[in-house]
């Protein structure tokens, strides 16, 4: 195995320039972010086309049965996406480190292989009901739009052509939304995973900073926040919300969703410029 630029123990970086950092992670969930929306989109449209065969069929919408059905498809596809996320970040940080991995290995933190499965699907727990009130919603407004046919006294397929005229929109816009949201807070949570596993195994005493996107669309709470560096082990005060990473779920939807920040992580005695 040929030596690496960076020795084994050592995690120091010299100077590292928080934009650059930034933009590089960027690049990195924007392309998951783009890839996984198609995806999406295209789930809750077939979802909306059965609920809505069997309603003009049978007359009957059951948005608890609805839901569930949503469920089966979306938990496998969100699982899927979280697992590329992981991947992705953690292969895109062994090779910024420039750590010597093979090509089809599934995760490396610095050299090292780590129980990657264990890591996604302890995420994935905790994203269960996140999930589980996405589907409730999306069954929950086809419901809506349901229950005003029927008391505008539309026929059965009347109130299909309804839906389907409504459901087009909200499919793509909660599928930008929840692609944007979910890939962007599993990024940051591989990120956090990694360099604190890294922390860990080369026990070094590391800082990380919260990075704002600062144009007009970030949060006022995100600007006042940038640079704002703790200790790995602390949490960032955003908005008065504690938060371990940019897409902390501690810190509510006010501070996850639609979030762009990222976390730049170095060591005690690296600049950041």
Sequence with gaps: ?????????????GRVSARAEARR????????????????????RKFANVQLYLFTEFGIYEPDIAQ???????????????????????????DKYDMNRKADAEAFVFGRSVDFESVVNTYFASRTLILEGISGRMAQRISNI????????????????LVT??????????????????????ASSANH???ATLAADIDVKMLK???????????SAHSAANGQT???????????????????????ARNVINCRCVIVYVDENDSIS
Excluded: C
Excluded at 146 to 161: F, K, M, P, S
């Design 1 to 13: 195995m040929r030596q690496s630029r960076k020795q084994l123990n050592t995690f120091r970086q």
């Design 25 to 44: 992670q960027i690049v990195i969930r924007n392309n998951l972010e783009k890839r996984f929306y198609k995806r999406l989109n295209t789930l809750f």
């Design 68 to 94: 569930r059905a949503l469920s089966e498809d979306l938990f496998p596809l969100m699982l899927s996406q979280y697992k590329r996320v992981f991947q992705a970040i953690y292969r895109s940080n062994e």
């Design 146 to 161: 349901i229950e005003q046919g029927r008391a505008d006294n539309l026929t059965l397929q009347q109130i299909a052509a």
């Design 165 to 186: 005229k409504n459901f087009r929109q909200i499919s793509r816009t909660r599928a930008a939304l929840i692609s944007r949201t979910e890939t962007h807070n599993a």
């Design 193 to 195: 995973s990694y360099h």
């Design 209 to 219: 900073q919260w990075v704002a996107v600062s144009d007009d669309r970030t949060r």
């Design 230 to 252: 703790v200790d790995m082990s602390e949490d960032f005060i955003i908005g008065g919300s504690p938060m371990q990473f940019a897409g902390d779920s501690k810190g509510g």
